[in-house]
């Protein structure tokens, strides 16, 4: 359990005290943008190697307490908080972002706010973190708690920490989209700030998520040992 915990701590600390603040600046400024992206992307692999391994020994440990326990209705709940996981996660990844790694030029094009940008600047943490939230909802393992609660730490925290690189790095390009933009969800559009557009989105991006949710849903047993449809 301590690998665990080791390994979660080593990777929030990565990418939410180094990646995202002036740490990031005085190493970039030393050693370049290139080697400090290589060295930062073996630090990541090396990290999510290392939780899962530690995870799968901590599932097995004495000290893996169960806290909670899913029941019939918490399990409906975890597959459609999965479905909604999804729609922003595999859309997210699939629209031009000036939020995601090497994309700033982007925030260049005029129409740069469309699709999944106009429901929020973060679709792919924010689906990271329902994600990890419906698995927590259904796994109350201290090694459960762990893995998925520091997920969910850095899908959140990570918003706030990649607005703030951004905006040393972009300036008033940057002040200029976030203005026009939400971190929340749906934020913009309730403001008035946007309007929702589900063809901007694009009909094969969602179905495509939709594909991916059944896939991950139906082998879940096979990759993971657990089933997750009723």
């Given at each position: 359990m301590l690998s665990l915990i080791a390994a979660a701590s080593f990777f929030l600390a990565i990418h939410l005290l180094v990646s995202g603040t002036r740490v990031r600046?005085?190493?970039?400024?030393?050693?370049?943008?290139?080697?400090?992206?290589?060295?930062?992307?073996?630090?990541?692999?090396?990290?999510?190697?290392?939780?899962?391994?530690?995870?799968?020994?901590?599932?097995?440990?004495?000290?893996?307490?169960?806290?909670?326990?899913?029941?019939?209705a918490t399990r409906w709940v975890q597959i459609v908080l999965q479905l909604l996981a999804m729609l922003?996660?595999?859309?997210?990844?699939?629209?031009p972002n000036p939020t995601s790694v090497r994309q700033e030029g982007a925030l260049d094009r005029a129409d740069v706010v469309r699709g999944m940008l106009r429901i929020t600047r973060h679709p792919f943490l924010w689906g990271v973190a329902i994600w990890a939230g419906g698995h927590l909802l259904v796994n109350g393992t201290?090694?459960?708690?762990?893995?998925?609660?520091a997920m969910m730490i850095l899908a959140l925290f990570g918003t706030a920490s990649i607005d703030a690189k951004r905006r040393r790095a972009l300036g008033a390009k940057w002040e200029a989209f976030a203005a026009q933009t939400s971190n929340v969800p749906f934020a913009a559009i309730a403001q008035g700030r946007q309007r929702l557009s589900l063809s901007e989105i694009g009909?094969?991006?969602?179905?495509?998520?939709?594909?991916?949710?059944?896939?991950?849903?139906?082998?879940?047993?096979?990759?993971?040992?657990?089933r997750a449809l009723p």
């Open positions: 600046d005085a190493l970039t400024g030393k050693i370049g943008l290139g080697p400090y992206m290589g060295l930062f992307s073996i630090s990541s692999l090396a990290g999510i190697a290392w939780l899962g391994i530690a995870f799968a020994q901590a599932r097995h440990a004495p000290a893996n307490a169960a806290y909670w326990d899913l029941t019939p922003l996660i595999v859309p997210g990844l699939a629209t201290l090694a459960s708690i762990v893995l998925f609660g009909w094969w991006r969602i179905v495509l998520a939709i594909g991916v949710w059944a896939a991950f849903a139906w082998a879940h047993p096979y990759l993971f040992g657990v």
